[in-house]
């Protein structure tokens, strides 16, 4: 029986309006070009769009993409992509940088739904680590502001995960599923996957379960880096409900949960330590356990003709265990967001040239906190808790998109009205209630040149209010310093403008961007100059100076008639800090990197695929970067890394991958990153589907 795999993408592009259908060309040989080379995506305007024909600068990872990328973490499956450098502080976490920024810069959603938090940090976090790669069908990056669409937080980009949904076209019940294990030598790395799906077409469900067992890591020198070794288990569970022809209901729930992940910068000394800070440092444990109502309907009335509407509830926990080095203590804390988020998207074509996107959000994020110490002879010392207990942050928004199709060109224009609402809790600050609100707005030029090249232009003021990270932490930080709360912070804004070429068909596709962003208020740690009684740099959240972030962004895929593949990227990105003393370095700026590779297809069973990876060195430092334990104070050093893999399929249902990364066995680390990088490596992994 014919089987195929739905994606909210897929549903969108059948039930997309007919003006849409005008942006897509009508000759037959360059579409079926175009579809393969620039694949739909629905995040960038919230309709399902051709990247081509996006007025944004968008990177998607497709599913085939995934079966042929290191798949350990969800934010791996973005290396190697055009504007988007991965941060690795300790091993079971990893985050994207954006245009230069990252963490709380950046929205992170799971189908949409969003997975930051009120305790995420403006630097890198281990949250969208604990997305299971393994349920992913899709991800899609919009790289630019995009707060008229997905709120606060918004400002370099948007990352959104678009996980596996099933779907069947007869009546008659049936099975399918897939069995994945890969071993990985340089990590130590075992990790297995097995997913089902059962149903036909009016239900259908998908069952996922995912281990990893990771081990020792041995870098580019030889050396066995302690304190990496960690397990991570998911399960994942969604059901597709079938209405009619054009609604359904589709319900999921999520769980990954790390026992124990150690914090290795914290373990290990870094520049500029001559020992390390603790002799016990657990993240004991990290989860997430995440559940998603949404209906679709695409019956038309006379205010829509399509519509989304979603209920989600995500909690995470990020539970402490640590020691000092003296072990005259022991510290324990729990910290848990609860995040119930509501929100419903229309979409209704105006006449036959113009289309309007238009919709609501809100969320309710409830912070958990406590915090216990134990001196050596059992002595309790009482604690503030990392964050205020039972703090709040609430938001309600509205917002919308209008585009207008002259001949061939798209204009696009925006707003979103913001209301923020967050109660700290804290008994520390008289005033510990905020109400802000805010007006973001875009807008964008799409021409279409012919029928594979566009050029694109997009200007936008985004939007972060300070969460309760921002404004109520209250503890140690990494490198010996120690946050207090300051509850007068001013919202970060931003203002940025980009312009851009497409290319795609006649058997290849590309794109290059130019951008350029000004920040105001963008905030950051800051040393008060004072010290607590055991020594550590009392540090605080504060508004500084103005930061101007500006680069390029690039890619090149060709595909050969003989069956080959020619891909490369290359992003680089520069950004400067006024300060009171002058213009300096921006905090955590990327080098120059990207990647060029060619693949070949040897035969019908076998390809084989190699790659150069590399990045400049980074120099350009700020004060912050400085006295960061994980940067060298001389600068990051570049790297160039070369990898090669063979794919053979023996048949329609089975993959074999080997492969040797790291060839060389370079030793390097990339910028910001608590650790090195993994050494050369062999790599053996199965698909089998059933």
């Known amino acids: 029986m014919k089987r195929y795999i739905f994606s909210p993408i897929l549903w969108l592009s059948l039930t997309t309006v007919s003006h ?51 798949n350990t973490l969800l934010p791996d ?3 190697q992509e055009s504007g988007v450098y991965i941060q690795q502080t300790t091993p079971g976490q990893a985050t994207p940088i954006i245009r230069g920024l990252k963490g709380s810069q950046n929205v992170h959603l799971v189908d949409g739904m969003r997975l930051n938090t009120a305790f995420f940090r403006n ?7 604990l ?13 630019g502001p995009a707060s008229v669409l997905y709120g606060g937080d918004a400002l370099g980009g948007v990352v959104n995960v678009l996980t596996h949904t099933p779907e069947f076209f007869t009546s008659e019940w049936d099975l399918n599923g897939q069995i994945y294990t890969s071993w990985d030598s ?15 077409n009016k239900i259908a469900s998908t069952l996922g379960i995912s ?73 004991r444990p990290n989860e997430r356990l995440f559940s998603h109502l949404k209906y679709t309907t695409a019956n038309p009335t006379k205010w829509y003709d399509m519509a989304n509407f979603h209920m989600a509830y995500q909690k995470i926990t990020d539970n402490r265990f640590s020691q000092p080095l003296s072990g005259e203590r022991t510290d324990t804390e729990q910290n848990n967001s609860e995040l119930l988020s509501i929100q419903a998207d229309w979409n209704k074509a105006i006449f036959d040239n113009s289309l309007l996107v238009y919709g609501f959000d809100t969320y309710l994020d409830t912070i958990s906190s406590a915090r216990q110490r134990v001196l050596a002879d059992g002595t309790d010392v009482p604690r503030d808790s990392r964050f205020p207990d039972q703090s709040k942050m609430q938001q309600i928004a509205i917002y919308a998109n209008w585009h207008q199709y002259v001949n061939d060109h798209e204009f696009t224009i925006g707003s979103r009205f913001s209301d923020y609402d967050i109660d700290l809790n804290s008994p520390q600050v ?71 070429y497409k290319h795609a068909g006649n058997g290849w596709q590309a794109e290059i961007v130019a951008f350029v962003s000004t920040y105001q208020d963008v905030i950051a740690s800051v040393e008060t100059g004072e010290f607590t009684d055991d020594g550590l740099s009392i540090v605080q959240s504060q508004n500084i100076n103005e ?110 991958r080997l492969g040797v990364e790291n060839i060389f066995d370079k030793k390097y680390r990339e910028h910001a990153s608590g650790l090195d990088a993994p050494g050369r490596n062999y790599h053996v992994s199965l698909y089998y589907d059933f």
């Open 131 to 143: 997305v299971d790669s393994f349920m992913t069908s899709q991800i899609e990056v919009v790289r």
């Open 211 to 283: 281990y990893q067992d990771i081990g020792q890591r041995t870098t580019g020198s030889g050396q066995t880096i302690p304190f990496t070794a960690y397990t991570s288990r998911s399960i994942n569970n969604k059901w597709v409900f079938n209405t009619s022809d054009s609604s359904h209901w589709v319900f999921d729930i999520q769980y990954t949960h790390q026992p124990s992940t150690q914090r290795v910068d914290n373990l290990v000394a870094g520049f500029g330590e001559s020992e390390p800070e603790s002799s016990v440092f657990e993240f």
């Open 430 to 500: 008289a005033a510990d209630q905020l109400s802000l609100n805010d007006l973001t707005w875009h807008a964008s030029w799409l021409y279409k040149i012919n029928e594979a090249d566009r050029i694109f232009a997009n200007i936008g003021r985004g939007f972060r209010p300070p969460n309760i990270f921002d404004l109520g932490q209250v503890g140690e930080r990494p490198s010996n310093r120690f946050n207090v709360i300051n509850p007068n912070l001013e919202p970060e804004t931003v203002l940025s403008f980009d312009l851009g």
């Open 186 to 200: 340089a990590d130590e790395k075992w990790i297995s996957h097995a997913g089902i799906d059962f149903g036909n």
């Open 77 to 79: 499956l973005l290396r």
């Open 20 to 70: 849409a259908q005008e942006t897509i060309d009508t000759n037959e040989d360059i579409n079926k070009d175009v579809e393969s080379l620039a694949p739909l995506q629905v995040t960038a305007s919230k309709t399902a769009t051709s990247t081509n024909d996006s007025a944004s600068a968008v990177s998607v990872v497709t599913r085939e993409d995934i079966k042929n990328k290191p």
């Open 123 to 129: 630097a890198p976090n281990q949250y969208l680590a």
């Open 547 to 656: 930061v101007d972030i500006y680069g390029i962004e690039s890619e090149l895929n060709y595909y050969f008639d003989n069956g080959g593949h020619l891909f490369a990227n290359l992003t680089y990105t520069r950004g400067t800090e006024e300060t009171d003393e002058g213009e300096g370095a921006a905090d955590r700026i990327p080098p120059a990197f990207g990647v060029i590779g060619y693949q070949q297809d040897l035969n019908t069973q076998w390809n084989i695929r190699s790659q150069v990876r590399f990045a400049s060195t980074q120099d350009r430092l700020s004060a912050r970067d400085l006295r960061d334990a994980r940067i060298n104070p001389f600068g990051t050093g570049g790297f160039v890394v070369y990898d090669t893999h063979f794919t053979w399929r023996p048949g329609i249902s089975s993959q074999v």
